[in-house]
């Protein structure tokens, strides 16, 4: 009995994650399809590699503003891997400013548009180590950045670089490798990925988590969550990274992921958490990293004040829809607290969509830090408002 549910793991592993169909198709990159000897494939790459020969191996200067065309691929096949580094790192430009678009099958929309920054795992203007399967950055601290995940296009492919910071990119180096071929397998979707952002907006009666300031609402709809993807089609959601900067002390995970699937009014999958549904427990705040979900980035703040990096890749459990998919989380249990919380989600659907209008640049600017004097200032406020005893301590 043991060997046979073994046996049924394999196959529910092997049949239904993104990279195994990408194997049953005979083209993949994971272990089991690395010793199969394929035919009628070429490699191709698109670079900034320096026609010369020499060693200026970057494109030129983008201005402020300019968009630029870096891949424009013909005919059929599929990207497996793109590698950018951008000159200057952050904070001199900031990779929350630069965008990147892929468009699949001659489509004049995007069905890949975010800032570069959280798109490769790299959050507000910061730059950090981090790494996944599908997605990685660094070293040195996030320098380089990778992406991993398979992007089949039939009619062509292009992907465009906009400069929307208030600088030049000096120097911008990349690569884009993938396989060419006469007619892509069967049932092969188009990939997917939406930048969202939100500074989410506390209950009337205040942030009221963990009871500290008042009593509690359960959330019953959903109707106030983030919302992190909502596509119409056939698909699967393979990943998220999840980005959020913490005003106050208080943890910032209480609020439960709820995916409403195919036209649900209920949600059909309901989580217990924010950590939890990052595969975490307990309120963590300690780096950590595993090919599917990890902490690349924690606030080192008091309590939970600060920005925190949390990622998660279905890989072997994606969440599967047939004609469409909403998927959101609470900022704070009952949506009660204010957060601001930028996601960038990832998916396939058989063909490509376009995405939901893109935050701009006003609203995805960054929040500042909250600080030392900042606190000293609500204390001062909280003591007046306690009639300015001299000997007040803090918890009265």
């Known amino acids: 009995m043991r060997k046979k549910s073994i046996l049924w793991g394999l196959f529910l592993l092997f049949t239904f994650s993104p990279l195994a169909l990408w194997a049953q198709a005979e083209l993949g990159s994971d272990l089991f399809s690395l010793a199969k000897i394929q035919s009628g494939v070429k490699n191709k790459r698109v670079s900034s590699a320096d026609p010369t020969g020499n060693n200026r191996d970057h494109l030129d200067p983008f201005k402020p503003g300019e968009k630029r065309t870096i891949a424009d691929i013909k005919g059929t096949g599929v990207i497996n891997h793109i590698w950018v580094t951008i000159a200057p790192q952050p904070p001199m430009l900031s990779r929350n400013d630069i965008i990147i678009r892929m468009y699949w099958d001659g489509n004049e929309y995007p069905s890949v548009e975010s800032p570069i920054g959280p798109f490769f795992g790299q959050g507000w203007d910061e730059r950090y180590n981090y790494a996944s399967l599908p997605l990685s950055a660094g070293p040195d601290s996030g320098t380089g950045m990778s992406c991993y995940f398979m992007m089949p296009f039939e009619k062509g492919a292009r992907i465009e670089i906009e400069n929307q910071s208030d600088r030049n990119i000096d120097a911008f180096y990349f690569y884009v490798d993938y396989v060419e071929m006469e007619k892509l397998p069967k049932d092969m979707g188009r990939f997917h990925a939406w930048y969202n952002h939100s500074l989410t907006e506390a209950l009337p009666e205040g942030e009221t988590e963990w009871g500290a300031t008042g009593p509690q609402r359960p959330n019953l709809t959903g109707e106030d969550n983030y919302v992190f993807i909502n596509t119409e089609g056939k698909g699967h959601f393979v990943g998220i990274n999840y980005y959020v900067h913490c005003p106050t002390t208080m943890w910032y995970g209480e609020g439960?992921?709820?995916?409403?699937?195919?036209?649900?009014?209920?949600?059909?999958?309901?989580?217990?958490?924010?950590?939890?549904?990052?595969?975490?427990?307990?309120?963590?705040?300690?780096?950590?990293?595993?090919?599917?979900?990890?902490?690349?980035?924690?606030?080192?703040?008091?309590?939970?004040?600060?920005?925190t990096h949390v990622y998660r890749f279905f890989i072997s459990d994606p969440i599967f829809f047939d004609k469409s998919l909403k998927g959101t989380i609470e900022h704070g249990h009952n949506n009660n607290l204010t957060l601001d919380m930028a996601t960038v989600s990832y998916w396939y659907q058989d063909k490509a969509v376009a995405l939901p209008a893109a935050p701009t640049k006003e609203q995805r600017a960054l929040k500042p830090f909250i600080n030392s004097t900042d606190i000293h200032r609500w204390r001062d406020a909280w003591r007046k408002m306690k009639g300015n005893s001299p000997t007040l301590w803090g918890n009265e």
């Open 256 to 307: 439960d992921d709820m995916f409403f699937i195919d036209g649900e009014e209920k949600a059909s999958l309901l989580g217990t958490g924010t950590e939890d549904f990052f595969n975490t427990a307990w309120c963590p705040k300690q780096p950590f990293s595993h090919p599917y979900f990890g902490y690349p980035r924690v606030n080192n703040d008091l309590g939970w004040l600060g920005r």
